[in-house]
């Protein structure tokens, strides 16, 4: 079968037979390949969903009291299981990492498509691509040690560990995303509408003010829902930077706990495994895994919606 | 003349006019503060970090005195959970394309549930893997937190960027290549044995090793998993625990005492700096391809 596949090797009589069953072999043992991610995909919904199940099953704890519930004490002697402040510690860092990660990266992708010279084009790119590659531990690195002991000469009372650097170090990670992805859409908008403007005679703001961002509009929301995503299921940069303390707050001066750096915590400490505690990993995983998954579901959808206009 | 001249003030005073330049002023403030940023980021880093790395810190071993730890455990975990990682997820990731650039048939619901699961698989927050990687490798494939356990989690973990990458590389190859061998006769394998794949090799090659640059920087999936930050011998096989760079500079920063903090400073410039090495290689192939 080996020699078959080379060119000119084939016998013109039997030749033929070989060659077609191990094309069929090939083409089974890719097919192969290509579904390993469909058993991905069951494997995270089938661990998840199991061992989640377990914890209800093991701590008799309530669906409705660990959604609702504002206490999470599950190491305490008198556990609490409410996944409420994990679930604000996530959203502060996300909302937090937005306001820096949408202006700056909305701005930076007009610059870059509608006022930059191809050759300042060809250097910003690839700076910001590098500014993606970069590991998300160094940013945590970063946050504390550099960014939050500058940010405490302004602000006083804030914590050794706050949300407020956790955010910012997240919104610098997800600010290439934001701009290539806004960038993307922004291209998308053909360039008779543009024309159309400025033979109004329109100046550039007006373009893309007026015509460019609404056209693109569906595109930016897109990527401004998959930043989000990106920043719900940020791990090292904001377990190093906001904290252990699950917190049901507002305040970005304290110290919180997301839904990842307590999986985190977890992980890292001596739990038994199949303990409760343990068990609680994979519940909150499951909480992740679907906001995750919701929030890219809906940017996919805004992005085929958007696409059936100019394509 | 004069009448330009006119011409000229009215523009240049008109209030729409200012507006203009003053939105492509906040743009480019924009793009300089993303430039700037990184500068500072990467400077603040070097010029703590460079000071620490030396031979002594590249050949020994985590300690709990911060001016006799090193980082020989991390940077040879790296290398194996790396190099595991790839040998699994390069025929993998590559066949798998090839099936869905090469094999597909048009139209067909498997493949675009295929295509669109991969695609959903890519947000998949890293730690997630780690949970599946927790429950299928160490516990029922009963592997340990071992090597190995660590390169399959992070296997599953890239294999969504490196088919993707793969495609675009397969999609890349003109189709009269593939034409032209299929009227010489070439059956469909044969033409990507021969034609499509050597073509194509310089960007799947340029995109596997970014995807490798990121499992290199990944750690939660392998905090998860269990790797351990004390290790105090060199790992020679797939079954002995290890850990990675990235895990040495979070238990590094997140200990107290400035001496550590500064050997996770030196850490992260090794880590760069193999990041870079990487990174340069991929542009080099680029670069070739090009050609």
């Known amino acids: 079968m080996a020699i078959s596949s080379k060119p000119g090797s084939s016998r013109p009589i039997d030749g033929v037979p070989t060659r077609l069953r191990s094309e069929k072999f090939i083409r089974f043992l890719c097919f192969a390949c290509a579904a390993i991610s469909i058993l991905t995909t069951i494997g995270i919904v089938l661990v998840l969903s199991t061992e989640a199940m377990a914890f209800f099953v093991k701590s008799k704890v309530t669906p409705k009291e660990f959604f609702l519930g504002t206490d999470w004490s599950p190491t305490f002697n008198d556990p609490k299981f409410g996944i409420v402040p994990l679930v604000c510690g996530t959203a502060m860092i996300t909302i937090g990492a937005c306001v820096v990660a949408v202006p700056i990266g909305l701005l930076t992708a007009i610059f870059l498509s509608e006022y930059a010279h191809p050759t300042v084009r060809k250097i910003a790119k690839p700076v910001l691509e590098l500014l993606a590659g970069i590991p998300t531990v160094v940013y945590g690195y970063i946050a504390l040690v550099y960014l939050t002991p500058g940010l405490r000469t302004f602000i006083k009372d804030l914590q050794v560990f706050n949300a407020l650097s956790g955010s910012i170090v997240v919104g610098i990670m997800i600010l290439p995303l934001v701009s290539s992805l806004c960038e993307d859409a922004i291209s998308a908008v053909p360039k008779g509408l543009r024309e159309g403007g400025y033979g109004l005679g329109s100046t550039k703001l007006e373009v893309t003010g007026k015509i460019v961002l609404p056209s693109a509009l569906s595109g930016i929301m897109a990527a401004v829902i998959l930043a989000m995503s990106r920043a719900v299921g940020e791990t090292m940069a904001v377990t190093l930077a906001a904290g252990q303390t699950p917190n049901v707050t507002a305040d970005y001066r304290q110290s919180i706990q997301t839904m990842t750096s307590y999986i985190v915590q977890i992980s890292k400490g001596d739990t038994p495994t199949g303990s409760i505690p343990f068990l609680t990993i994979f519940a909150v995983g499951a909480t992740l895994f679907l906001i995750t998954m919701g929030l890219n579901i809906v940017a996919i959808r805004i992005v085929r919606k958007y696409r059936k206009v100019y394509a | ?291």
């Open chain 2, 1 to 291: 003349m004069n009448f330009l001249f006119l011409r000229r003030l009215r523009t240049r005073s008109n209030k729409r006019w200012v507006k203009d330049k003053l939105f492509e002023f906040i743009c480019q403030l924009s793009v300089l503060l993303a430039v700037a940023i990184l500068i500072a980021l990467l400077w603040s880093v070097f010029s703590t970090g460079i000071g620490r790395v030396s031979s002594q810190f590249l050949t020994s071993f985590p300690s709990r005195i911060p001016q006799n730890a090193g980082v020989k455990a991390a940077i040879l975990g790296s290398l194996w959970v790396v190099g595991i990682t790839g040998i699994v997820a390069i025929p993998i990731g590559v066949a798998a394309a090839v099936y869905l650039e090469e094999y597909k048939i048009r139209d067909s619901k498997l493949t675009d549930f295929i295509q669109i699961n991969i695609s959903n698989l890519a947000g998949v927050p890293s730690i997630v893997y780690g949970l599946l990687g927790l429950e299928l490798f160490v516990r029922l494939a009963g592997l340990g937190r071992s090597i190995l356990a660590g390169s399959l989690t992070m296997t599953l973990l890239i294999l969504p960027m490196v088919i993707i990458v793969s495609q675009e590389a397969l999609k890349a190859v003109p189709r009269t290549i593939r034409e032209a061998s299929y009227g010489l006769g070439a059956t469909r394998w044969q033409t990507i044995r021969y034609q499509v794949l050597p073509s194509a090799l310089p960007g799947i090659m340029t995109g596997i090793i970014l995807s490798l640059s990121r499992a290199i920087g990944e750690s939660a999936p392998l905090i998860t998993i269990g790797a351990v930050t004390y290790i105090s011998s060199i790992p020679e096989g797939v079954n002995d625990r290890f850990t990675v760079l990235p895990i040495q500079i979070f238990d590094w920063s997140s200990r107290p005492q400035k001496g550590f903090q500064d050997a996770a400073a030196g850490a992260i410039v090794v880590l760069l700096a193999i990041l870079l090495i990487m990174n340069s290689l991929a542009i080099i192939l680029r670069a070739r391809a090009r050609r």
